[in-house]
Structures are given as structure tokens and as C-alpha cells.
């Protein structure tokens, strides 16, 4: 076999992608194929990739993972449907009466009049946690708890099964509560809120007993359910989830005994109710400020 020979570029000048290079090794010689004028892509200093069922060209640049996310109210007996991503921080809760915060959501504008402009969105996951459940002696909830006033603690199972015995609330709110997310009012994804599971959330290890912590699904990244092909946010274009209850929440009879409601000490409460999480996770567009 001859020696192996490298052959200089046959363009004079600097080498570069669009010139001509040859391999030889022995008899046998390997070549790059020059590459026509129409298929040189001029360096757009990013990287940029094509998604299945977009249209365009995803610029990483512009582009990032990220979430978008949305808190709603329920309370006891509760049989309205609420909507979700409607009013951003400083506005009413959606089914309640204290102000959202930058925990309760991060969305730029209500989504009733869809994103601002410059904003978009491909939608892979949609995600519902039951985020919290508390208990009132007054007649609305606060975000921040009071003693003897108000309390809150993670999500329990809950359901008059005699081995439950700290209630809560998910069971009652994943078997009679539906989901729909629509965009422009055209329905994109439903089905009961069970199939939409967290992904996220508390995990407690501990060696104390009566310790519950429920999610709405194992709380990890891995176990959320997503879609094949995104929904697709554009601005000013209106988008909302609803959750609608197609039965009356239950209550769980008294304070203090199996059930849904059971908090042994803050008997005396008048209102209890639980807030619940609606996250869209995929690919954001923001504007550069």
C-alpha cells in the first residue's frame, strides 16, 4: 500500500468549507463534494434547529426551556368551573380573593388576551399540582398562614377509606375535576386532571409516623406526560385552562374525623379549600430587554 498523501485544497488561498479536498491512500481516493452556492448557509452566529410541526427554524439563541404557570382556588363544595392563566401578579386569584404573586404565577399579561408581543411558546408539557390545602376561621385565604387563624400543609390523599386517617384532598379533586386548555377557543388538550401529572413537588423521607405528602404523580421531571407535537402560543392570540369540578367538591363532613377535611387543631375553622398549580412547560420565546 503507498504512503498516505493529504492534497492541498484545489482553490488557491485559505481553506475553508466550500473548497475541494482529497484523500488519497494508496489506489483508493476520497473527496468532499464542493457544495453549490444555493446550499451554503451564511454564518448565523447560533445554532438553529427545525421541530417537528413548527414551521420555522428554532434559533437557540432566542429560545429557552422554561415554564409558564398559573394558581387557582378551589374551596369546599365548589361546582364552577375556574379558570386558569386568567390575571397576572396583583390580580384576584381565580376562584378566590387574595392577590397573585410571583409564586402563584409568572405569566406576562392575562391570558385572555394572550401573550405580549415578541413572546411565543411551544407547548410540550401540561402539568396540575394540587399546590397546597388549608383551613380558614375566617371567610377567605391568605397566602402567608396565622396562628389559630388560618393553616396549610402539602396535599393529602384523603377519602373515607378507614386506613385515611388525616384526609385531604387530591382523590376528591383528580376523580371529579376535567381539564381543557384551549387557544383561541379552540380546544388543544383535555381530560380528567389526573392525566396531566405534576413532575414536581415534595418528597419526604422520615422516620416519624402520620407524616402524608400526595402528588398528582411521582414528583419527577421523567414522569410527566408530554405531548408528541407542541400547542403553539403566539401572541395576542387568547389561551386559557379550565377546571371544571363535574361534581360538588366534598367537605369531608366535620373537622377533626376522617374524610377530606381533617384538621384535629383548628376545629373551629369555617372554610377550607385548596390551591391548585397549572404549568406549561416547552420552549419560550421572550424578547431581549
Same mark, same amino acid.
Given at each position: ?19 475541494? &479536498? ?40 432566542? &429560545? ?81 398562614? @396565622?396562628?389559630? @387563624? ?56 422520615? @422516620? ?23 400547542? &403553539? ?17 366534598? @367537605? ?38
Amino acid at each position: 500500500m503507498g504512503p498516505r498523501r493529504l492534497l492541498t485544497p484545489l482553490a488557491a488561498g485559505p481553506p475553508d468549507s466550500n473548497k475541494i &479536498w482529497r484523500l488519497e491512500l494508496g489506489p483508493y481516493r476520497l473527496s468532499r463534494p464542493q457544495k453549490k452556492a444555493n446550499e451554503i448557509m451564511s454564518n448565523r452566529g447560533t445554532l438553529t434547529i427545525r421541530v417537528r410541526g413548527v414551521p420555522f427554524p428554532i434559533e437557540f439563541a432566542d &429560545w429557552t426551556h422554561d415554564r409558564l404557570y398559573h394558581t387557582v382556588e378551589f374551596q369546599g363544595t365548589d361546582s364552577t368551573e375556574i379558570l386558569a392563566f386568567i390575571g397576572g401578579v396583583g390580580s384576584p386569584v381565580p376562584g378566590g380573593s387574595r392577590t397573585l404573586t410571583e409564586v402563584d404565577t409568572n405569566i406576562p399579561r392575562s391570558g385572555d388576551t394572550g401573550l405580549q408581543e415578541g413572546w411565543e411558546m411551544l407547548i410540550y408539557s401540561i402539568q396540575i399540582s394540587v399546590v397546597r390545602e388549608m383551613i380558614s376561621t375566617g371567610t377567605a385565604f391568605a397566602l402567608q398562614d @396565622t396562628v389559630g @387563624t388560618q393553616e396549610s400543609r402539602p396535599a393529602h390523599v384523603g377519602g373515607y377509606d378507614p386506613a385515611v386517617t388525616s384526609g385531604g384532598v387530591l382523590f376528591d379533586f383528580l376523580r371529579k375535576t376535567f381539564h381543557k386548555f384551549s387557544v383561541n377557543q379552540k380546544v388543544q388538550s383535555e381530560g380528567p386532571s389526573e392525566e396531566y401529572p405534576q413532575g414536581s413537588g415534595i418528597a419526604v423521607f422520615t @422516620t416519624n409516623t402520620s407524616v402524608e405528602v400526595a402528588n398528582n404523580g411521582p414528583p419527577s421531571p421523567r414522569d410527566q406526560s408530554a405531548f408528541v407535537l407542541p400547542i &403553539w402560543l403566539r401572541p395576542n392570540i387568547a389561551y386559557t385552562s379550565r377546571l371544571k369540578p363535574t361534581a360538588a367538591l366534598a @367537605t369531608g363532613g366535620t373537622f377533626g374525623v376522617n374524610g377530606y377535611t381533617d384538621w384535629s387543631d383548628l376545629a373551629s375553622a369555617a372554610i377550607s379549600g385548596f390551591d391548585v398549580r397549572v404549568t406549561l412547560e416547552g420552549l419560550l420565546k421572550r424578547p431581549v430587554v
